[in-house]
Structures are given as structure tokens and as C-alpha cells.
T-cell receptor
């Protein structure tokens, strides 16, 4: 069993839909990260969370430390949101990554 | 402030060869981590360097080695390449090993034939 699990693995949506990606982890963490990876490989950090909720534009990330669970929400999705979204946790000075969720948003 | 850069962007090698990948950390950052991302998978931690010393290692064999230089740039060396080493290699830098925010480079895509 992976230490960081994401669901779903693949997600398709119509433009404008509300999207939720989930992440569960089984190790102790100092922070949880949501990352975005576009084709070609570059990774961009979206959020770093240790508690509660953060919002940036149309993106919202929440974390429940007791349940070891985090969600990434995208409101009013747009084709440019199409990417792989990766959850990662900071554990003993390294990042442990989930396998990612591939999101495709169609016009 | 310059971001994290990696070179080369793409590389093709054959089995048994050796390869060196390079990473320039973001200005002011003294900690560099290397990750291997196989196709369709999440990145896996290879090792981390802090102030020129290896400071943590993942489950990778000794033929994966590294260096960090006084300017905090870093190299990843892989000897005796195997087909399964084909992957995207990412480096990420941090201001200090105690901080959580990591800044990723664009990656080097290695293909082993």
C-alpha cells in the first residue's frame, strides 16, 4: 500500500464543472503539498498546508490532520486547468508523492 | 531571483553507460533534492544534499550518486545505466533543510536504450 494515495487516477470534466481530487496518507507529516505538472514535466507548487484550508483564485485546498486526508477543489474549471495534480507529503526531510490525478477539462 | 534550472533537458544513453545530470538551485537555497519520475508514476525520492553533504537517501542503489558544490548547485550521477532508469529526473531546492517549500526544476528526461 502506497504511503500517499490519490483518487481518482483520471478525471474528465466539462468546462465550468466543480472538481474534487482526494489525497489520503498513512505517515506522519510536517506539511502536505498540492502540485501541478503539465506535459513536459515541470512541477509547480500550488499549496502547502499543515492545517485548515487555503484558497488561491479558483483553487481551494483543505486538510484534516486527524483523518489524514486532504482535498483539492477547482471551481469553474477551465481547459487550461488540464494537467496532472500531485499530492505530496513532507516526511523526515523528504517528499513522498502520490501517483497523481490526470485531469482533462473539455470546452 | 533565478529559479531552479536543470541540464540537459533531454538525454539518450545506452545500457551500461554513465550519465551526469546537473541542477542549479534557486538563489539563496542550500538544500537540493533529486527525484526520479517513471512514466505514469509519482516522483520517488533519490537523495538530498545539504551544504555539500548527503543528507538523506531513498531506496536507490549505490550506482546513483551525487555531489553538491560550494555554490549549492548539484549533480546526479548514474553508473551502469539500466533500461529501467529511463525516467524524468527532477531536482528541487529549498532555502534550508528545515523549510518545507520546495521549488522544482523543469526536469531532465533520460532515455536508456
Amino acid at each position: 500500500k502506497n504511503e500517499v494515495e490519490q483518487s481518482p487516477q483520471n478525471l474528465t470534466a466539462q468546462e465550468g464543472e466543480f472538481i474534487t481530487i482526494n489525497c489520503s496518507y498513512s505517515v506522519g507529516i510536517s506539511a502536505l503539498h498540492w502540485l501541478q505538472q503539465h506535459p513536459g514535466g515541470g512541477i509547480v507548487s500550488l499549496f502547502m498546508l499543515s492545517s485548515g484550508k487555503k484558497k488561491h483564485g479558483r483553487l481551494i485546498a483543505t486538510i484534516n490532520i486527524q483523518e489524514k486526508h486532504s482535498s483539492l477543489h477547482i471551481t469553474a474549471s477551465h481547459p487550461r486547468d488540464s494537467a496532472v495534480y500531485i499530492c505530496a507529503v513532507s516526511n523526515t526531510d523528504k517528499l513522498i508523492f502520490g501517483t497523481g490525478t490526470r485531469l482533462q477539462v473539455f470546452p | 531571483e533565478t529559479g531552479v534550472t536543470q541540464s540537459p533537458t533531454h538525454l539518450i544513453k545506452t545500457r551500461g553507460q554513465q550519465v551526469t545530470l546537473r541542477c542549479s538551485s534557486q538563489s539563496g537555497h542550500n538544500t537540493v533534492s533529486w527525484y526520479q519520475q517513471a512514466l505514469g508514476q509519482g516522483p520517488q525520492f533519490i537523495f538530498q544534499y545539504y551544504r555539500e553533504e548527503e543528507n538523506g537517501r531513498g531506496n536507490f542503489p549505490p550506482r546513483f550518486s551525487g555531489l553538491q558544490f560550494p555554490n549549492y548547485s548539484s549533480e546526479l550521477n548514474v553508473n551502469a545505466l539500466e533500461l529501467d532508469d529511463s525516467a524524468l529526473y527532477l531536482c528541487a531546492s529549498r532555502k534550508d533543510r528545515g523549510t518545507d517549500t520546495q521549488y522544482f526544476g523543469p526536469g531532465t528526461r533520460l532515455t536508456v536504450l
